[in-house]
């Protein structure tokens, strides 16, 4: 019975080869150039985008103050084209825009019923599930719209947190986003649907909604609205755990910027509206490596790089976050441990992007933000980049008004931080700007287990006249007054000169 079982097996695969073999074309039947027989198929692969369709809609105002000869609403266009940018930079595909120009916002929905009824014809037209308003909404404003357009709606705060939380990447920017968003999100918390208990009338006998009354419905009795206290208590503690981390980080970087004044060098901080070319300048200035990105906010941690100035000073450049119009308040007091670096600079250079035409207005909401910090009237120096976007005529125009009017807005240097025009011309500018440090000379005798003093010396000094005296070191060096009085040299200081003495 074995053999019977393997010779049908045998048999069944016989079979199988005979009817695969004459299932196969002869290629022996074709010509070699005939191809008839043969059908070719190709694949086409459609690339799937994941981005998330999105319709802008921008909202301009009649009696909002302007540039003479700028049309009304002009400056809401500008700022719906920079909506464009920063949606964008968080990863959203354009479907379209949309712009009304109004005398004042209705305040149930900002635009009114009519231009809703437009903006969701539009946001159904182009499939679009996100509509991203380019103005700052109200908690019940957004809530209306949303219902209006049955889309999912968000304003140009909201917009700026999700950029930032896509790009911080240290600790301390990460809670500083987390706290922001926390704060934005705890006033638009609401009870939705069956998502919330609600109570159904009162408990106990005779109540509406007790055991003995009639009106009560089953199932309808419950604590309330206790899941979304819940959440909004969830929220403060977790607020409270964010700014007390964030208080740590700020106790951390004060002991490192303490640990950095150890060694007097004076600070520089790029500052400027976003995608300005910031990082760029701090690249070619201290030839360091820091993303650089044309998407807005590329860059939100601070980095600091040494920097040797032609006088051979050495000073530290320090690379900060871009700010924008209309920047949310609650990142500002967010980021403030970041711009302590702003705060403590003894030179600012203010980065313009000197190829946008309205370069000018940018500016100006620079010096607003600055002006919030406290830190106005801090020793500034413009630095208009990007001129090698410009033509001749354009830069020869410039050149000029700056040679004109040079003190309008403090001192102006022309470069290029993708080519590298004017950055030698910027250092020294930098050098001239710089608070002086008058020099003193003083001769010292140090114990050369005073290492690190001796070599401060030499490094951040200039040595006139050394000798080792059996455990120690008769020096004359010249020395800025900060250096020598941070480092207590007066403790080593003696009469007279060494070099007096040794002839």
Same mark, same amino acid.
């Given at each position: 019975m074995h053999s019977v079982e393997l010779e049908g097996e045998s048999r069944r695969r016989r079979e199988k080869r005979i009817i695969h073999f004459r299932a196969e074309p002869r290629k022996k039947c074709s010509p070699p150039h005939d191809d008839s027989r043969f059908i070719s198929v190709t694949k086409t692969q459609h690339q799937v985008s994941n981005a998330e369709r999105a319709l802008l809609v921008g909202v301009g105002w009649k009696r909002a103050p302007r540039f003479p000869g700028m049309p009304a609403g002009e400056q809401g266009r500008e700022s719906l084209l920079e909506l464009v940018e920063l949606a964008r930079s968080a990863g959203a595909e354009i479907a379209g825009t949309v712009f009304q120009v109004r005398d004042k916002a209705d305040p149930a929905t900002l635009v009114g019923r009519g231009k809703l009824d437009e903006i969701r014809a539009e946001a159904t037209a182009h499939q679009t599930p996100l509509i991203i308003f380019d103005s700052n909404l109200s908690p019940m404003q957004q809530r209306n719209i949303e219902a209006a357009t049955e889309r999912r709606v968000i304003d140009r705060t909201q917009l700026i947190l999700d950029i930032f939380a896509r790009h911080a990447r240290s600790r301390e920017g990460q809670l500083q986003v987390e706290l922001a968003q926390l704060n934005?999100?705890?006033?638009?918390?609401?009870?939705?649907?069956?998502?919330?208990?609600?109570?159904?009338?009162?408990?106990?006998?005779?109540?509406?909604?007790? %055991?003995?009354?009639?009106?009560?419905?089953?199932?309808?009795?419950?604590?309330?609205?206790?899941?979304?206290?819940?959440?909004?208590?969830?929220?403060?503690?977790?607020?409270?755990?964010?700014?007390?981390?964030?208080?740590?980080?700020?106790?951390?970087?004060?002991?490192?910027?303490?640990?950095?004044? %150890?060694?007097?060098?004076?600070?520089?901080?790029?500052?400027?509206?976003?995608?300005?070319?910031?990082?760029?300048?701090?690249?070619?200035?201290?030839?360091?490596?820091?993303?650089?990105?044309?998407?807005?906010?590329?860059?939100?941690?601070?980095?600091?790089? %040494?920097?040797?100035?032609?006088?051979?000073?050495?000073?530290?450049?320090?690379?900060?976050?871009?700010?924008?119009?209309?920047?949310?308040?609650?990142?500002?007091?967010a980021f403030r441990a970041t711009l302590e670096e702003v705060q403590e600079a003894a030179l600012i250079l203010h980065v313009s992007d000197v190829s946008n035409e309205h370069h000018e207005e940018l500016d100006e909401e620079v010096?607003?933000?600055?002006?919030?910090?406290?830190?106005?009237?801090?020793?500034?120096?413009?630095?208009?980049?990007?001129?090698?976007?410009?033509?001749?005529?354009?830069?020869?125009?410039?050149?000029?008004?700056?040679?004109?009017?040079?003190?309008?807005?403090?001192?102006?240097?022309?470069?290029?931080?993708?080519?590298?025009?004017?950055?030698e011309e910027l250092l020294q500018r930098v050098d001239a700007e710089m608070p002086t440090d008058p020099i003193v000379t003083l001769s010292m005798r140090l114990p050369l287990a005073e290492g690190r003093t001796l070599a401060l010396v030499h490094a951040l000094g200039r040595v006139l006249h050394s000798e080792v005296d059996d455990s120690h070191m008769r020096l004359d060096a010249e020395v800025p007054a900060s250096i020598a009085k941070r480092l207590r040299l007066n403790d080593f200081a003696i009469k007279g000169t060494f070099r007096q003495g040794a002839s």
């Amino acid at each position: 019975m074995h053999s019977v079982e393997l010779e049908g097996e045998s048999r069944r695969r016989r079979e199988k080869r005979i009817i695969h073999f004459r299932a196969e074309p002869r290629k022996k039947c074709s010509p070699p150039h005939d191809d008839s027989r043969f059908i070719s198929v190709t694949k086409t692969q459609h690339q799937v985008s994941n981005a998330e369709r999105a319709l802008l809609v921008g909202v301009g105002w009649k009696r909002a103050p302007r540039f003479p000869g700028m049309p009304a609403g002009e400056q809401g266009r500008e700022s719906l084209l920079e909506l464009v940018e920063l949606a964008r930079s968080a990863g959203a595909e354009i479907a379209g825009t949309v712009f009304q120009v109004r005398d004042k916002a209705d305040p149930a929905t900002l635009v009114g019923r009519g231009k809703l009824d437009e903006i969701r014809a539009e946001a159904t037209a182009h499939q679009t599930p996100l509509i991203i308003f380019d103005s700052n909404l109200s908690p019940m404003q957004q809530r209306n719209i949303e219902a209006a357009t049955e889309r999912r709606v968000i304003d140009r705060t909201q917009l700026i947190l999700d950029i930032f939380a896509r790009h911080a990447r240290s600790r301390e920017g990460q809670l500083q986003v987390e706290l922001a968003q926390l704060n934005y999100m705890l006033p638009r918390l609401t009870g939705k649907g069956t998502a919330m208990s609600r109570l159904g009338g009162k408990s106990g006998g005779g109540g509406a909604g007790g %055991a003995g009354g009639g009106a009560g419905r089953i199932g309808v009795r419950g604590p309330g609205e206790k899941k979304l206290e819940t959440d909004r208590r969830r929220i403060r503690d977790r607020v409270g755990k964010i700014q007390a981390a964030i208080e740590e980080v700020r106790k951390q970087r004060a002991l490192r910027r303490e640990a950095r004044n %150890a060694v007097p060098l004076g600070t520089i901080a790029l500052v400027g509206y976003t995608n300005a070319g910031k990082s760029t300048l701090f690249n070619a200035l201290s030839r360091a490596e820091v993303l650089v990105s044309s998407r807005m906010f590329a860059t939100l941690d601070p980095t600091i790089r %040494a920097l040797r100035l032609p006088s051979n000073r050495r000073v530290l450049v320090s690379d900060t976050v871009g700010f924008i119009r209309d920047l949310p308040k609650g990142l500002l007091t967010a980021f403030r441990a970041t711009l302590e670096e702003v705060q403590e600079a003894a030179l600012i250079l203010h980065v313009s992007d000197v190829s946008n035409e309205h370069h000018e207005e940018l500016d100006e909401e620079v010096e607003k933000i600055l002006q919030e910090l406290g830190v106005a009237g801090r020793p500034t120096l413009r630095v208009l980049n990007k001129i090698d976007r410009l033509s001749p005529e354009e830069r020869k125009n410039i050149t000029n008004g700056a040679e004109r009017n040079p003190g309008a807005n403090g001192a102006h240097v022309l470069v290029s931080a993708l080519t590298g025009e004017g950055i030698e011309e910027l250092l020294q500018r930098v050098d001239a700007e710089m608070p002086t440090d008058p020099i003193v000379t003083l001769s010292m005798r140090l114990p050369l287990a005073e290492g690190r003093t001796l070599a401060l010396v030499h490094a951040l000094g200039r040595v006139l006249h050394s000798e080792v005296d059996d455990s120690h070191m008769r020096l004359d060096a010249e020395v800025p007054a900060s250096i020598a009085k941070r480092l207590r040299l007066n403790d080593f200081a003696i009469k007279g000169t060494f070099r007096q003495g040794a002839s």
